[in-house]
């Protein structure tokens, strides 16, 4: 097993730029999150989906767009990026047992917007 | 307001000293709770997770949850140079909703 597995690990954009972070658990879980986490500012919760075929924001969706296309994969879409959204942005899964659950997390994608 | 709230530090404590990490969160209706730690440039990894009152031991580690004040802490006995780190404390509420604190650095000097 793979567990959560986020690609690309680093990207490079330029302002106005577009992109889509893949991720993806081979876990069976039912929850995904998307994460971005910057200097002294800890995790902060971009989006979120409960199950398959919903989703919803979490602190900071603004400039962000979210696909989860199938219960395995869950996208992150930059339509227009900015250099505000330079990050390190974290993938987590949990599962569906209950909500004693943690979540997994993937090894991070370093984003740079210049 | 921020749903977890964390002192930033930096916190510095001795080798084999306590150190005690701190947490507070809103209100809302909350499940359960959790520290993690992470190592510069990696993933969080999760150390222990509480969700009831009262206190919680794993070795070195212990969790203490009090409801009514809407607080978590974390204590760690016997510190040690490799548990130099930034600790998040984590909440989970209602809705599969999961908030991070901004974390708090730890060194431990040798």
């Known amino acids: 097993n793979a567990g959560v597995t986020q690609t690309p690990k680093f990207q490079v954009l330029k302002t106005g730029q577009s992109m889509t972070l893949q991720c993806a658990q081979d876990?069976?879980?039912?929850?995904m999150y998307w994460y971005r986490q910057d200097p002294g500012m800890g995790l902060r919760l971009i989006y979120y989906?409960?199950?398959?075929?919903?989703?919803d924001k979490g602190e900071v969706p603004n400039g962000y767009n979210v696909s989860r296309l199938n219960k395995r994969e869950f996208s992150l879409r930059l339509e227009s990026a900015a250099p505000s959204q330079t990050s390190v942005y974290f993938c987590?899964?949990?599962?569906?047992?209950?909500?004693?659950?943690?979540?997994?997390f993937g090894s991070g994608t370093q984003l740079s917007v210049l | 307001q921020k749903e977890v709230e964390q002192n930033s530090g930096p916190l510095s404590v001795p080798e084999g000293a306590i150190a005690s990490l701190n947490c507070t969160y809103s209100?809302?209706?909350?499940?359960?709770f959790f520290w993690y730690r992470q190592y510069s440039g990696k993933s969080p990894e999760l150390i222990m997770s509480i969700y009831s009152n009262g206190d919680k031991e794993d070795g070195r580690f212990t969790a203490q949850l009090n409801k009514a004040s809407q607080y978590v802490s974390l204590l760690i006995r016997d510190s040690q140079p490799s548990d130099s780190a930034t600790y998040l404390c984590a909440v989970s509420f209602t809705g599969n909703q999961f908030y991070f604190g901004t974390g708090t650095s730890l060194t431990v000097i040798p």
């Open positions: 876990m069976n879980h039912n929850s």
């Open positions: 989906s409960a199950s398959e075929g919903t989703t």
């Open positions: 987590a899964s949990r599962p569906p047992e209950g909500w004693y659950e943690k979540l997994f």
């Open positions: 209100d809302r209706v909350s499940q359960s």
